[in-house]
């Protein structure tokens, strides 16, 4: 079945030390994203990529980094985590023609 | 500021009854609304989406309404099933397709739980 895959499912990560979190997506699609989702709030956008041009919302730290090396992976990185940037982070894709986005299972981060 | 307001943190029905989740924004550019449904441990769900030129959509069991006057739409599951209980997030967005793709303004959620 096509799909978005995030991994890992679960990362533990210890206060300062980078982390790189991965989406996979076989849908073929040409915009991904990268939301947070702090527990019980909504999930906020920090960045997208169309194509090849990436897109970062204006509140995003950054501490907040991307990379895409072709359409099928994404990559987040963050560069010295804070226990406040513990949470569930979201990978989703779009075709850049409708709206609907699909979106991966998630990988929930915790800082220790 | 929360663009996107779902103000009912949770919501109990009983099976067979209608579920009504209710969503307000403020922001009068938004044009294009969208209902995800998440499990635990699981990403969201897209489960159905209206255009502002609409004020009602319908797929199967799940309808949504939208009253642009009042900046408000719902979600309405009739008949409710057990299987149903899951988070529920309403999403808006500045453009169907074209301009704004799929970035997505959230709100917090609401817990549905139905009970057999």
């Known amino acids: 079945d096509a799909m978005v895959i995030q991994n890992p499912r679960y990362q533990v990560t210890q206060f300062g030390k980078p982390v790189t979190l991965s989406c996979s997506q076989t849908?073929?699609?040409?915009?991904m994203y990268w939301y947070q989702q702090k527990s019980s709030q909504a999930p906020k956008l920090l960045f997208h990529?169309?194509?090849?041009?990436?897109?970062n919302e204006a509140d995003t730290p950054d501490n907040f980094q991307s990379r895409r090396p072709n359409t099928s992976f994404c990559f987040l990185d963050i560069r010295s985590p804070g226990l406040g940037d513990a949470a569930m982070y979201l990978c989703?894709?779009?075709?850049?023609?409708?709206?609907?986005?699909?979106f991966g299972q998630g990988t929930r981060l915790t800082v220790v | 500021d929360q663009q996107v307001k779902q103000n009912s943190p949770s919501l109990s029905v009983q099976e067979g009854r209608i579920s009504i989740l209710n969503c307000d924004y403020t922001?009068?550019?938004?044009?294009?609304f969208l209902w995800y449904k998440k499990y635990p441990a699981e990403g969201p769900t897209f489960l159905i989406s209206i255009s502002s030129i609409k004020d009602k959509n319908e797929d199967g069991r799940f309808t949504v309404f939208l009253n642009k006057s009042a900046k408000h739409l719902s979600l309405h599951i009739v008949p409710s099933q057990p299987g149903d209980s899951a988070v529920y997030f309403c999403a808006a967005s500045l453009g169907a397709g074209g301009t704004s793709y799929g970035k997505l303004t959230f709100g917090q959620g609401t817990i549905l739980t139905v009970h057999p």
């Open positions: 849908l073929n699609h040409n915009v």
């Open positions: 922001n009068s550019m938004f044009d294009y």
């Open positions: 989703a894709t779009s075709r850049g023609d409708i709206t609907e986005a699909f």
């Open positions: 990529y169309y194509d090849k041009d990436f897109n």
